[in-house]
């Protein structure tokens, strides 16, 4: 309760705050999608660690750790929708072979801070491809020919509207092999709702039709996905031609 009552408090201070004025500005202003990047490259520049939903290690660890539970080797490409500051993405760098992780982001401040990070952390000799998305689309067009094994876009649909992840949902399969996964984590609520400027939050089963509607087909792996906010984790497959699930 005392937690509840103090996140209450400091959402409304925000708010309220000349800060909190400017930045409804800015939503008001822009687009969504340009705002929000305007924002984050703002949030990137003060606090790369904390910009990109805080708890650092524990998150970091969280992700990458699912993945290795779901079979991601070495030697898989893996691409990371939304890397970010390489929260866990420099987990993946570590992990995979030379060449094998590509991240991509709509914050240049974020992907900047993660080549810094690459080399602080000595993972140069990986060859992270980083990439920022100039056209703002999830439309893939940045790695067209590749394809990857392992997708993954932890917090992001939790910050997107439902044509932002609807573009996602079809494109992703034109880089993900046939045998591929895509999981990317969101927010559960019992009809698509705009919590606040930026966060979203959706049903599995809306999700579930818009995946559908894609040719993809959709596990619910929250049981598995001990998010410490209560991110839902949910899984795309392509599906067989009969409907079902290829993996
Ligand atoms: C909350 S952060 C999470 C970053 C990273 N996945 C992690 O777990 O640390 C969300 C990130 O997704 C990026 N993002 C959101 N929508 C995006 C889009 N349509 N294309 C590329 N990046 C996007 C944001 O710029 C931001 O860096």
Known sequence: MKKIV???????????????????????EKGYLEAYTEQTDERVAKNPQEAIGGSWEEVGLLQFEFLRRQGLMPHHRMLDIGCGTLRGGRHAIRYLDPGCYS???????AIEYGQELVQEEGLSDKRPNLVVSRNKDLKFGEFSGQMFDYILAQSVFTHLMEEHIEE??????NVMHDDGQFFFTFREASTP???TLKEFAYPFSFLESLAA???LVLANLSHEYPHP???????????AKDG???T
């Open 6 to 28: 103090a996140n209450f408090t400091r959402s409304l201070r925000n708010l309220l705050s000349p800060h909190g004025r400017e930045v409804r500005r800015l939503y008001r």
């Open 103 to 109: 991240g991509i982001d709509l914050s240049s401040k």
């Open 168 to 173: 996602c949902l079809q494109h992703v399969g």
């Open 193 to 195: 709702t705009r919590v």
């Open 213 to 215: 509607k894609h040719g």
């Open 229 to 239: 906010k209560g991110q839902k984790m949910a899984r795309a497959t392509k599906g």
């Open 244 to 246: 079902r699930a290829t």
